[in-house]
């Protein structure tokens, strides 16, 4: 199995950037495909982008499309997440998760409960 952690939160204005990260360890990082979700308070898990195993497939929530990319470098066992022009409703706790990048990944990559690894979450904090 992959041990994932999430790291690169912080409190930021609107308008500003961050970029946070999912480090992956144990198991070959490179086999899994990995979804970042998030969290705000009072609010259900929601879905923020994921990307393949091997990087050639993307996918973005409608609310973060065009601010947010999120990318991989297997080679460091990490993927990224770069949100920019940050609004306070991203304001949330981010998880990165992580499957093994079958089928029901591809039909269903934006459903938490397709995804077997959780990070513990990192907060991010965007003031206005």
């Known amino acids: 199995q992959v041990q994932l952690a999430e790291s690169g939160g912080g409190l930021v204005q609107a308008g500003d950037s961050l970029t946070l990260s999912c480090a992956g360890s144990?198991?070959?990082?490179?086999?899994?495909?990995i979804g970042w979700f998030r969290q705000a308070p009072g609010k259900e898990r929601e879905f923020v982008a994921a990307?393949?195993?091997?990087?050639?497939?993307?996918a973005y929530s409608n609310s973060v499309k065009g601010r947010f990319t999120i990318s991989r470098d297997n080679a460091k066992n990490t993927v990224y997440l770069q949100m920019h022009s940050l609004k306070p409703e991203d304001t949330a706790v981010y998880y990165c998760?992580?499957?093994?990048?079958?089928?029901?990944?591809?039909?269903?990559?934006?459903?938490?409960?397709?995804?077997?690894?959780w990070g513990q979450g990192t907060q991010v904090t965007v003031s206005s």
């Open positions: 990307i393949s195993w091997g990087g050639s497939t993307t």
């Open positions: 998760a992580g499957e093994l990048g079958g089928s029901s990944w591809y039909k269903n990559k934006d459903e938490a409960r397709v995804y077997d690894y």
């Open positions: 144990g198991r070959t990082f490179s086999d899994y495909s």
